[in-house]
């Protein structure tokens, strides 16, 4: 069995699409976690009308979407585990593919087609748009580790949990550096993903480190050393306790 985790928040207008694009590729005997957080539309109604016994809608109260993520991941009971936002599609052969691949490594990122609202393609290669790639320092600086675009074995979650509870690491992030430091971790070139970006999308579509928040400089600056100093402690745990 494996598990796709899902964070929604008023999200109808695209959680549909998402579903049936999921829903076509998994297995029978795999699991969709997905946490509400408090929608005030029809984002739950839709999701129930699927009817489909592979589903498991959480009713979450987080009011923040990185822990609404959290509350779905430690629900997961899959060998592998998909992240997956709300409003994107994926494309045939994803999760054969990525399957494929987490029989070798640890974690995988799938490339993507940046669209706009109607899928219409903005960017051919969200890898090549974003320079992404391995490397711990390069994703603590200028992340590419998008959690929509991510697979990865249940054990890299139990190592990765509890995510820390600070805004400035992101659930995603977390679990790739982690992946880095304990085990393999491998980005697919080919793209499996209409990343859909929207008014109400989350992430800002920008290639440039300095434009992609609205923050101010020192604030990036200090973000990223919270995110370096985890990454240190978990490193020196986990070194610590690998080798007692």
Same mark, same amino acid.
């Given at each position: ?15 549909? /699409? @998402?579903? *049936?694009?999921? %829903? +076509? ?5 795999? /699991? ?7 929608? *005030? ?7 129930? !009308?699927?009817?489909?016994?592979? =589903? ?18 430690? $629900? ?7 992240l997956s936002d709300q409003d994107d599609v994926w494309l045939p052969n994803?999760?054969? =593919?990525?399957?494929?691949?987490l029989t070798q490594y640890d974690l995988v990122v799938t490339d993507n ?5 109607? #899928?219409? *393609?903005? @960017?051919? !290669? ?6 992404? +790639? ?36 992101? $659930?995603?992030?977390?679990?790739? &550096? ?15 993903? &209409?990343?859909?970006?929207?008014? @109400?999308? #989350?992430?800002? %579509? ?7 928040? @609205? ?30």
């Open positions: 069995m494996n598990s796709v985790c899902i964070a929604t928040y008023n999200g109808e207008k695209f959680i549909a /699409e @998402q579903l *049936t694009s999921i %829903l +076509g590729q998994i297995a029978p005997n795999d /699991e969709v976690i997905i946490s509400d957080d408090g929608s *005030t539309d029809s984002t739950c109604a839709i999701i129930e !009308s699927f009817d489909d016994q592979r =589903i498991t809608l959480l009713h979450n109260n987080a009011h923040n979407f990185k822990h609404n993520f959290i509350n779905a991941l430690q $629900h997961a009971r899959g060998k592998y585990i998909f994803k999760y054969e =593919i990525c399957c494929n691949y087609i940046i669209t706009d609202t109607n #899928l219409n *393609t903005i @960017q051919p !290669s969200f890898f090549a748009f974003y320079k992404s +790639g391995k490397g711990i320092l390069k994703n603590a600086i200028r992340n590419t580790y998008f959690g929509a675009c991510m697979a990865f074995r249940h054990d890299v979650l139990d190592l990765a949990l509890p995510i820390p509870r600070t805004n400035e690491i992101g $659930h995603d992030i977390w679990i790739g &550096l982690v992946a880095e430091i304990v085990g393999t971790v491998y980005f697919i070139p080919q793209p499996l993903l &209409l990343y859909r970006r929207h008014s @109400q999308a #989350l992430t800002n %579509l920008n290639d440039s480190f300095l434009h992609r928040s @609205q923050r101010s400089l020192f604030v990036k600056i200090w973000s990223r050393c919270i995110v370096l100093a985890a990454v240190v402690r978990f490193y020196l745990s986990y070194t610590v306790g690998k080798f007692k």
